[in-house]
């Protein structure tokens, strides 16, 4: 079976930084893209970056390009998001997905097969 656990975030102050994590059980990791995601109340999932399977390539959105690191770590099967610069728009729930047998880097997520359950993130001004 396969699940998606997401663990760290919690909150942070304007400028602060904070790691979220996501460990992937049933999944072929090191053929698979990982992406993170966000959805803010009121509004529509947003991507927010994505790592190839072997972490050769990635993708960042414009908000976060510059302050997030997206990296992974195939002997854990986990994926990581550093957040640093951060800023209260970046205030949402936070969501790994996974996309399995991908050699791409898909940042559109009806393209993921598995998701995780989100971990929340806030910034406090």
């Known amino acids: 079976q396969v699940r998606l656990v997401e663990s760290g975030g919690g909150l942070a102050q304007t400028g602060g930084s904070l790691r979220v994590s996501c460990v992937t059980f049933?999944?072929?990791?090191?053929?698979?893209?990982m992406g993170w995601f966000r959805q803010s109340p009121g509004k529509e999932r947003e991507f927010v970056a994505v790592?190839?399977?072997?972490?050769?390539?990635?993708i960042y959105a414009d908000s976060v390009k510059g302050r997030f690191t997206i990296s992974r770590d195939n002997a854990r099967n986990t994926v990581y998001l550093q957040m640093t610069k951060l800023k209260p728009e970046d205030t949402a729930i936070y969501f790994c997905?996974?996309?399995?047998?991908?050699?791409?880097?898909?940042?559109?997520?009806?393209?993921?097969?598995?998701w995780g359950s989100g971990i929340p993130v806030t910034v406090s001004s």
């Open positions: 790592i190839s399977g072997r972490g050769g390539s990635t």
């Open positions: 997905a996974a996309k399995s047998f991908e050699i791409g880097v898909p940042t559109a997520g009806g393209a993921y097969d598995f």
């Open positions: 049933g999944v072929t990791f090191g053929a698979a893209a």
